[in-house]
Antibody, heavy 115, light 112 residues
C-alpha cells in the first residue's frame, strides 16, 4: 500500500528558508516521478514542482522558480522541497504526490509564513 | 499556462440524484502521443485530495462506478450518477499534458 508522509512544516518568518520532506513506502520509489502541490487555507490546489524518477529532470511553477528546489534521495525513499525566500502568501498545506498524474497523495504538512 | 475552468463552482445536489461538473481547458489536452492527460480529484472535508479519474475516463481502483469521466480536446465532464452523502467535497480537474501542470478552481458538491 502506497504511503506518503510529509514533514518539516512549521512557522517561518518571511524571507527565511524551510525544507520539507516526504517519506515514501509501499512502492518502488525510484521508479516514479514525484510532485509537490500546495493549498492555501480555504483555497484550491496549486502545483509547485515535479522531479523525474531518477532526479535528472525538474520543473517548477513560475511563482517558485529560482527560490524552491525539489530533490530526492532514492536510497532513502525520500522527496524534498527546499524553500528559500518564503513569502506570506506561500502559507499553505504542502502535499507530495506520486507519479506524473498524482495518483497518490500524502496527508500534507502546514507551512505558515508569518512575522 | 493552460487555464482550467470548472463550472459550476458550487453544486447543491439531492441525495440519489445525478450531478455533473464541467472542466474546460484553454488549449487542447491531446499530447503528441495521442493520449489526453486530464485527471479528476476529490477532496473530502479535512482530507487530502484523492484521484478518481485519470486520462479522461479511467476510474482509479476502489472508485465507485457511479463516477464517470468523459470528454475530449478541451471539454471534459465528471458525472456522478447518483449522489451519496460520502460524495460531499470539492472536485478538481487537473491537466497533465502541458507544463506547468494546472488545476481547475474546484467545484464544491453539497447535499441540498
Amino acid at each position: 500500500q502506497v504511503h506518503l508522509v510529509e514533514s518539516g512544516g512549521g512557522v517561518v518568518q518571511p524571507g527565511r528558508s524551510l525544507r520539507l520532506s516526504c517519506a515514501a513506502s509501499g512502492f518502488t520509489f525510484s521508479s516514479y516521478a514525484m510532485h509537490w502541490v500546495r493549498q492555501a487555507p480555504g483555497k484550491g490546489l496549486e502545483w509547485v514542482a515535479v522531479i523525474s524518477y531518477d532526479g535528472s529532470s525538474q520543473k517548477y511553477a513560475d511563482s517558485v522558480k529560482g527560490r524552491f528546489t525539489i530533490s530526492r534521495d532514492n536510497s532513502k525513499n525520500t522527496l524534498y522541497l527546499q524553500m528559500d525566500g518564503l513569502r506570506a502568501e506561500e502559507t499553505a498545506v504542502y502535499y507530495c504526490a506520486r507519479d506524473w498524474s498524482c495518483s497518490d497523495w500524502g496527508q500534507g504538512t502546514l507551512v505558515t509564513v508569518s512575522s | 499556462d493552460v487555464v482550467m475552468t470548472q463550472s459550476p463552482l458550487s453544486l447543491p445536489v439531492t441525495l440519489g440524484q445525478p450531478a455533473s461538473i464541467s472542466c474546460r481547458s484553454s488549449q487542447s489536452l491531446v499530447y503528441s502521443n495521442g493520449n489526453t492527460y486530464l485527471n479528476w480529484f476529490q477532496q473530502r472535508p479535512g482530507q487530502s485530495p484523492r484521484r478518481l479519474i485519470y486520462m479522461v475516463s479511467n476510474r482509479d481502483s476502489g472508485v465507485p462506478d457511479r463516477f464517470s469521466g468523459s470528454g475530449s480536446g478541451t471539454d471534459f465532464t465528471l458525472k456522478i450518477s447518483r449522489v451519496e452523502a460520502e460524495d460531499v467535497g470539492v472536485y478538481y480537474c487537473m491537466q497533465g499534458t502541458h507544463w506547468p501542470r494546472t488545476f481547475g478552481q474546484g467545484t464544491k458538491v453539497e447535499i441540498k
